[in-house]
Nanobody, 123 residues
Framework: QVQLVESGGGLVQAGGSLRLSCAAS????????MAWFRQAPGKERELVAA????????HYQDSVKGRFTISRDNANNRVYLQMNSLKPEDTAVYYC????????????????WGQGTQVTVSS
């Protein structure tokens, strides 16, 4: 299994930006498809963005398209989520997740999860 540690969360005003980082250790990072999920209070966990093992294909939830960018650095075992034009509705705990599949988007397909990082967007 791979171990995941997120960082980069915090408090930001609406319209601001944050960059989340997820550091992986354990099995070769390039063998995992990666994703960012989020969970707001009282709501179910939802997929924010996903990326294939090579980074060639990405997927975004409709509400973040054009504002968020997922990327990965296989040489340094990291995946990132650049979040721009943040809105109060983006407030949530953000989780990094890894899947042994070449491509995955359902939470059940991800076997490794980080501890989460809080993102709070004030209006």
């Amino acid at each position: 299994q791979v171990q995941l540690v997120e960082s980069g969360g915090g408090l930001v005003q609406a319209g601001g930006s944050l960059r989340l980082s997820c550091a992986a250790s354990g099995r070769p990072f390039s063998s995992y498809a990666m994703a960012w999920f989020r969970q707001a209070p009282g709501k179910e966990r939802e997929l924010v963005a996903a990326i294939t093992r090579t980074g060639a294909t990405v997927h975004y939830q409709d509400s973040v398209k054009g504002r968020f960018t997922i990327s990965r650095d296989n040489a340094n075992n990291r995946v990132y989520l650049q979040m721009n034009s943040l809105k109060p509705e983006d407030t949530a705990v953000y989780y990094c997740a890894a899947s042994v599949s070449s491509w995955a988007r359902a939470s059940a397909d991800f076997g490794s999860w980080g501890q989460g990082t809080q993102v709070t967007v004030s209006s």
